[in-house]
């Protein structure tokens, strides 16, 4: 099963930063990528899928590079509320499965 | 309409007896995962199920766990002989079964069932 990496953090930015982050996936047949945010102790729940050309939504904006098997986040302007983890997800056609990276957690301060 | 359900939202066991999740689909999805986080760690996958089959069980270890979705009914995640290490939050999600690829990929995920074995 391919893996999928990502920086564990903690990124601790102030209210109003902006932070990236990144993950990178070993599966080059994979095709379908998602950032899903999990707060602590419960589920993990979809922010955004992640499209070739690139997609914004609202404050965030998610970016693939296929050719170095990389994905990004970027949020701008921190809320206190998107403190949580970050978590990059990978399809993998082999198993038709998703597979999830570890996260990566984010703490916005006041 | 309804998010994926699970229960028990808590689930405490003494060592050596059963565990029995529950979990039952969105409407209108037949696809359900199941998934393990121990504390401190990432979601591991255990196994994907559509009615009535298993389709990968790659992530279920080989004794003690097993999984069904029976044609009628939730989704059964069952424990056998619980040991201390089988603590954790057990997540199971659904996707939906028609559409285009990117959208059967999304899974939507349960509130999930703690698992505190004693």
């Known amino acids: 099963r391919k893996e999928v990496e990502q920086d564990p953090g903690p990124f601790n930015v102030p209210e109003g930063a902006t932070v990236a982050f990144n993950c990178t996936y070993s599966?080059?047949?994979?095709?379908?990528f998602f950032w899903y945010r999990q707060d602590c102790r419960k589920e993990p729940k979809l922010l955004m899928s992640?499209?070739?050309s690139g997609n914004e939504d609202g404050r965030f904006t998610a970016q693939l590079n296929r050719a170095s098997q990389y994905i990004s986040l970027l949020i701008r302007d921190s809320k206190l509320s998107d403190s949580a983890t970050y978590l990059c997800?990978?399809?993998?056609?082999?198993?038709?499965?998703?597979?999830f990276g570890k996260g990566t957690m984010l703490l916005v301060s006041p | 309409n309804a998010g994926v359900m699970q229960n028990p939202r808590h689930l405490v066991r003494r060592r050596g007896q059963e565990a029995r999740l529950r979990c039952s689909p969105m409407k209108g999805h037949s696809h359900v995962y199941w998934y393990r986080q121990l504390p401190e760690e990432g979601l591991k996958f255990m196994v994907y199920l559509q009615k009535e089959n298993i389709i990968d069980e790659s992530g279920m270890p080989k004794e003690r766990f097993s999984a069904e979705f029976p044609k009628e009914g939730p989704s059964i995640l069952r424990i056998q002989q619980v040991v201390r290490g089988d603590s954790a939050a057990y997540f199971c999600?659904?996707?939906?079964?028609?559409?285009?690829?990117?959208?059967?990929?999304?899974?939507?995920f349960g509130a999930g069932t703690r698992l505190s074995v004693l």
């Open positions: 599966n080059s047949a994979s095709q379908s």
């Open positions: 992640v499209y070739s």
């Open positions: 999600a659904s996707s939906p079964t028609v559409g285009p690829t990117l959208v059967k990929n999304i899974q939507y």
């Open positions: 997800v990978v399809n993998d056609p082999g198993y038709s499965t998703l597979t």
